[in-house]
Structure formats: C-alpha cells, structure tokens
C-alpha cells in the first residue's frame, strides 16, 4: 500500500498569503495524484488531478506539481473561504489512498 | 446538476450485515465508474470500493474485502454497498462518488450515511 504523508498538518496563515501544501508518496507514483478541499458540512471537492490539471470551475489561484513522490500544492492568494482542510490522494495502484490532510486555518 | 444520495446506514450491532444505497441523478448514471469512500470519525478519507461503468469489474480495499460487495442497476441509476460481518471499525460516514474522466480520483459526492457498528 502506498502511503502519503501530508505536511504540515495545520498551516496558519493570513489572508492575502500564499499557502503551500505537501504530499509525498512512500514509493513513485508517477503524477497520478489529486488534491481535495474538504469544509465542514459539504463534500469534498476535487480540486486538482494528475498532479497539475485544475478540474473546470477551480480557480486558478489553485495550482498543483509534482511528479515521482514529491507533490505540491499551492494557493497563491488565500480568501477566507479557502481555510479548509486539503486531502491529496493517489491513484497509481489500488489500494487507492489518501494522505491524512492538512488544515488551512486563520492565523 | 450531479446529485448523489446515500441512505441505509444504521446502528447495527458487530457481526451484522447492511446494505447501503446511492441514488443517482442530474447525469447519464450509466457512463460513470462509482467507488465508496468513508470516513471514520475523527479520521481521515478512506477509499473503500469501486465499480466500472458497466459492473463487470468490482475493486476492494484490504479492509474490506470478502466482507462488502459493490453492485449497481444502471436501469434504476443506483449504486449499493452490500456490508457483512460488521466490525467497530467499520463505523463511518459512508459516501459514494463518481469517478472522474481522467481515472480513480472521486469528482461528485454524496452526503454520505452513517454507519454504527456496536454492541
């Protein structure tokens, strides 16, 4: 089973800062790795997949790289309604998993 | 618009046996590979289960396997989760959701129904 560790596991930040989120993967898999947001009371919505491709309506402040085992990703700009939590997960052989996420909150 | 709905989850003692259901509306339901994902309280997400468009290829997690069984009726854009010999560790929010175009990533959520296993 291929592991992804997320780091940090809380990121303070402002608004109006960059925030950027880890993911990395136990062995390579490739670019086969999405990035969710997840707030509470809704579902989590696919942000980014295969490591890079922002899913049509995601706004472009989201951005995502990587490749291999070291994945980025980056908020350029944060607004209030991104403090959330951020799962990446893989899909490079089953069992697919997910990291164990990270918080974006207010500092 | 996509919308998924999850119903059948339950308290059910260990040992017992649940089927969950998620019906689908808004798309062509037919077209789309499904997968359960749950997730345990205080927990993160798991991916639980997954079923081709057509239901003739059926994936499991360790977790789970020879206990769940996946199934789908496309002609009543439905998706289920048979749940047999229920553990502690089975208690979660159950979701399911639609499998992107590009592969294995879960693009539309449902709600989710909570399952409790205990005694």
């Known amino acids: 089973e291929i592991v992804l560790t997320q780091s940090p596991a809380t990121l303070s930040l402002s608004p109006g800062e960059r925030a950027t989120l880890s993911c990395r993967a136990s062995q390579s898999i490739s670019t086969l790795l999405a990035w969710y947001q997840l707030k509470p009371g809704q579902t989590p919505r696919l942000l980014i997949y295969d490591a890079s491709n922002r899913v049509t309506g995601v706004p472009a402040k989201f951005s995502g790289s990587g490749s291999g085992t070291d994945f980025t990703l980056t908020i350029s700009s944060l607004e209030p309604e991104d403090f959330a939590l951020y799962y990446c997960q893989h899909r490079s052989n089953r069992p697919w998993t997910f990291g164990q996420g990270t918080k974006v909150e207010i500092k | 618009e996509v919308h998924l709905l999850e119903s059948g989850g339950d308290l059910i003692q260990p040992g017992g046996s649940l089927r969950l259901s998620c019906a689908a509306s808004?798309?062509?339901?037919?077209?789309?590979?499904f997968s359960w994902v749950r997730q345990a309280p205080g927990k993160g997400l798991e991916w639980v289960s997954a079923i081709s468009a057509t239901a003739d290829v059926t994936y499991y997690g360790d977790s789970v396997q020879g206990r769940f069984t996946v199934s789908r009726d496309n002609s009543k854009n439905t998706l289920y989760l048979q749940m047999n010999s229920l553990t502690a560790d089975d208690t979660a929010v159950y979701h399911c959701?639609?499998?992107?175009?590009?592969?294995?990533?879960?693009?539309?959520w449902g709600q989710g129904t909570l399952v409790t296993v205990s005694s």
């Open positions: 808004g798309f062509t339901f037919g077209t789309y590979a």
């Open positions: 959701a639609t499998h992107h175009s590009s592969g294995a990533y879960f693009q539309h």
